[in-house]
Each structure stands twice: as C-alpha cells, then as structure tokens.
C-alpha cells in the first residue's frame, strides 16, 4: 500500500517555465488538497477536491491550476513559475471531512 | 475564519525533561484539532486529534493533548523526551461541522530539539 505518492522528489525551474507536480493515492479516498509549506509559516492551502471532477481553490491560488480527472490522481500545475514558489509541495489526501489527512512525502521546487 | 497559533517556533529540552508545546485556536464553530510532526525530508505524520470526545487525547509515541475550551488551547505534551522526538510539530484546525473536506489550518510549526 503506498499511500499518497508525490513525483519528483526535487526540481529546478527558471523564471517564467512551467511544470506539473504529480500525485496519486492508491487508499481510494475522496478528498484530496495541495499545500505549501515555507519556514515561519506552516502549511497554506493551494487548492483542493471533494471528488473526481469537483476543485476549488484554498488560502493562496495564485499561479497554479489543479485538476481531478480520477479518484486517484490530482497534478498541480504552475503555469509561469516565479521565485515566490519556492517552496515545498505536499499532496494529502482524507476518506472522510473529519479533516485527518494522510500526505506524501513532498516535492521541493526551486525556481531561479 | 479559523486561525492557530503555537507560541514559540524553536523549543530545546534535554532528553528525559518534559516536552511542553502550545498551541492556541480561534474558531467560530466547534474545532476538530490535531497535532502532526514532521521528520526532516518527510510529510507529516498525525501524532493525535480531538473530536469532541474526551477532552484529554492520548497520541502515538507518549504524546498527548488536553483540548481547553475556556482557554481555547490545545498543548502538546509528553513526560519525558527523548532524543527521536527531535522534530516539527504542527498544530492544525478544522471545522468539525462536517464540512472540513480534508482542509486544514495549520499553525507556524514548533522546532523541538532534544539534548542528551
């Protein structure tokens, strides 16, 4: 059982690329959110999915486009990276609202 | 709107001292709360929650936590620290109207280091 898996591990961009952040879970749960984590401030939800076909957009958006297509996979997409998203990734996943969340192991992006 | 704060984003003990660390919540609605620990180069891993059952919340690895309406707080603690606590620590909050979605508030995160 692998859990919530997050491809790659770590990337570089330059300014203005773009790029997908992979996630898939294989524990067939419904919901599904994207979180960044920057020292001094926790975790900020990116966006997030209720279920294939349903997303909605969290505390901080801006330049990035997600969506859920299956059950299991939910890719984040940043569409023109700036150095403002550096930053490490986490995908998480829940079976049910009562909000605990198993998450992956992270991807760390550098954009330059 | 929800929000958490831990007070205190670096906390040192020597190993076998208490582990104290704590967060505080502000929530309009009835809270789930939770405490996730971070290893580094790891995501993280749920330690306890409450759900409004009991109030005191036993958690893995000798945590625990004791939700305090009146004070609005949810500290972390453990009796006696050892060296593998050394970690992040995160306090988080949702809304336990059922409409969470799997969304949570985190709080800054807490650095525990231990001494031997």
């Known amino acids: 059982n692998a859990g919530v898996t997050q491809t790659p591990k770590f990337q570089v961009l330059k300014t203005g690329q773009s790029m997908t952040l992979q996630c898939a879970q294989d524990m067939n749960h419904e919901y599904m959110s994207w979180y960044r984590q920057d020292p001094g401030m926790g975790l900020r939800l990116i966006h997030y999915?209720?279920?294939?076909?349903?997303?909605d957009q969290g505390e901080v958006p801006n330049g990035y486009n997600v969506s859920r297509s299956t059950t299991e996979d939910f890719p984040l997409r940043l569409l023109s990276a700036a150095p403002s998203q550096t930053s490490v990734y986490f995908c998480a996943s829940s079976y049910s609202t009562n909000g605990r969340l198993h998450f992956g192991n992270g991807t760390r992006l550098t954009v330059t | 709107a929800q929000s958490v704060t831990q007070l205190g984003s670096h906390v040192s003990v020597s190993e076998g001292a208490l582990v104290l660390l704590r967060c505080n919540y502000s929530s309009s609605v009835p809270p789930y709360l939770f405490w996730y620990v971070q290893y580094p180069n790891q995501g993280l891993q749920l330690l306890l929650k409450y759900t409004s059952a009991a109030t005191l919340v036993k958690g893995i690895n000798g945590f625990e936590a004791e939700f305090k309406k009146s004070e609005t707080s949810f500290h972390l603690t453990k009796p006696s620290a050892h060296m593998s606590d050394a970690a992040e620590y995160f306090c988080?909050?949702?809304?336990?109207?059922?409409?969470?979605?799997?969304?949570?508030?985190f709080g800054q995160g807490t650095i525990l280091t231990v001494h031997p």
């Open positions: 999915s209720v279920g294939a076909g349903i997303t």
């Open positions: 988080a909050v949702s809304d336990a109207g059922g409409t969470s979605y799997g969304k949570l508030t």
